[in-house]
């Protein structure tokens, strides 16, 4: 009798153990074998699920992505205050860190790809929603500039903060993050 595979579960398997390689070794070390080998399968199984790396890598792209906006959401529908939300994003805890890893690996193709520039903007826009609603909330805001104007300072913030602690984590440990973070909050008027 053959066995059962669920296509979909495979596939996030494949993607998953991409991640986590692209997180541990960046982009140019990566290849069907390694993800393979890692995922304990076979090449075939892998460039059955994706055509060619570059298929695979976007999709990790866009996985970095749905995880920092399901982190945020889940902690904004939890009831978290503001900080908790953007903390969880930062790269302060290990999840976070490695998609900070992954994001890396993957902003200079940006500038080179249309792909990744689109996914890149996507992305950003989202954000830009997702704080404007928090923004709003929070502050009990109704002027739509001040409210896009918060929520863009606070994404350059969030990006700011976040590229100065994977560049130099020992000068950015979480204590440093959260004062940061806590102060441009407090900048914006969104001390909670």
Known sequence: MPIIVNREERRAEVVAM????VADRGIEALT????????????SIVSHYFGNKNELLFTVYQVANQRATARIQSM?????ALPACFETILPIGAEAQRNWRVWLAFWARAHLDPAYFEERR???????????EMIARSAGLEDEAQIDLAARRLIAAIAGIGLEACFAPDDWPPHRIREVLSAELESLGLAE
Do not use: H, K, P, V
């Open 18 to 21: 991409a991640f986590e390689l």
């Open 76 to 80: 904004r529908e939890s009831g978290a």
């Open 32 to 43: 069907f074998r390694e993800i393979a080998a890692a995922a304990g399968c076979s090449t």
């Open 122 to 132: 996507r992305a950003a826009e989202l954000s830009l929603a997702l704080y404007r």
